[in-house]
């Protein structure tokens, strides 16, 4: 999911003043996830875990924050340390900087968390306890997040256990997807659902609805960097984003992934397929060739709520 919760974040961040965050972590344990994400939210980045915090030093070299990565002396291979907060932690750290930091965050009227691998259930409870927190859900067709970890070899369609895997990405994303279902029907305002294969396929209608919802204004600035970013002919990767077609991009694994990965695959996700709109597609032929739409009906599922 990187690609896409990464283009997903930078369009966020997009003419409008954000200060964006993208911590580190898997993320299981409800309350301490909430107090986490809500220091981060109000900029008290002192009571953060150092390896929350740890992607400060990752800033690319385009971010506005690039000065920043100065602040904190976490080390990587310092495992026995990342629990520890700033306030705690044995090292000295830049505190006029993290100063700096944390009175930038606070001037940003809009602040930006991306995270992966946190249950959806998990919601709720930042909206009982974070107010103004709106939340957008990020879903992408299984078979490319799986064809995504396959091609990092994060997985092996050849272990014996594959399906166990299968299985249990699928069940994930269905829960999550149900959580977030009956949120939005009480918190219409505040929580929203967007599928990558429609942000590929659409992404100045899906950016659109997305910003009307958010209350944002949709630029002139933000229309040319979704040309550049989404329909630019020549495929180019520049600070982990990956820019280009991004209607062929999102549709890549169709053309590595096994066929008997596939049918697997779909044998054990028909629900999330089904929920999501999306063939499974039955014949290799029909799974090999890009021409054919991904979505059984992409302009019902895609604006469905229109």
């Not at 965050?21 to 002192?46: A, D, H, Q, R």
């Not at 895997?165 to 505040?190: E, Y």
Request: include cysteine; hydrophobic fraction near 35%; charge should be positive.
């Amino acid at each position: 999911m990187r690609t896409s919760s990464n283009q997903l974040r930078t369009r966020s961040a997009q003419t409008i003043q954000v200060f964006f965050l993208k911590p580190y972590g898997v993320w299981e344990s409800s309350n301490g996830t909430v107090l986490l994400i809500n220091n981060l939210l109000s900029c008290n980045f002192m009571d953060v875990p150092v390896g929350a915090i740890e992607a400060f030093r990752k800033f690319p070299a385009s971010s506005y924050q690039q000065e920043f990565k100065s602040c904190f002396p976490v080390n990587k291979t310092d495992w026995n340390k990342r629990l520890y907060t700033l306030s705690e932690y044995p090292e000295q750290y830049n505190k006029t900087c993290i100063e700096r930091l944390q009175q930038l965050c606070l001037q940003s009227p809009h602040r930006l968390i991306k995270t992966i691998r946190m249950p959806g259930s998990f919601a709720e409870l930042f909206l009982s306890y974070i107010p103004n927190l709106k939340i957008i859900h990020l879903v992408r067709d299984p078979r490319g997040i799986l064809n995504s970890r396959a091609q990092t070899h994060f997985i092996n369609y050849e272990d014996k256990g594959i399906s166990f895997v299968f299985n249990h990405l699928c069940s994930r994303i269905w829960l999550d997807m149900q959580a977030i279902k009956r949120l939005q029907q009480d918190n219409p305002t505040r929580v929203y659902h967007v599928t990558y294969e429609c942000l590929a396929l659409y992404p100045e209608d899906t950016a659109r609805m997305l910003y009307k919802d958010l209350s944002l204004d949709f630029t002139p600035e933000l229309h040319d960097w979704l040309q550049m970013a989404f329909r630019n002919k020549a495929e180019q990767e520049f600070n982990h984003y990956k820019y280009g077609q991004s209607s062929s991009i999102s549709q890549n694994w169709r053309s590595y992934i096994p066929v008997n990965a596939n049918e697997k695959i779909n044998q054990r996700c028909v629900k999330v397929l089904l929920e999501l709109g999306l063939k499974k597609f039955s014949s290799t032929a029909d799974l090999r060739d890009l021409r054919n739409s991904v979505f059984y009906n992409s302009q019902r599922t895609c604006f469905k709520h229109v």
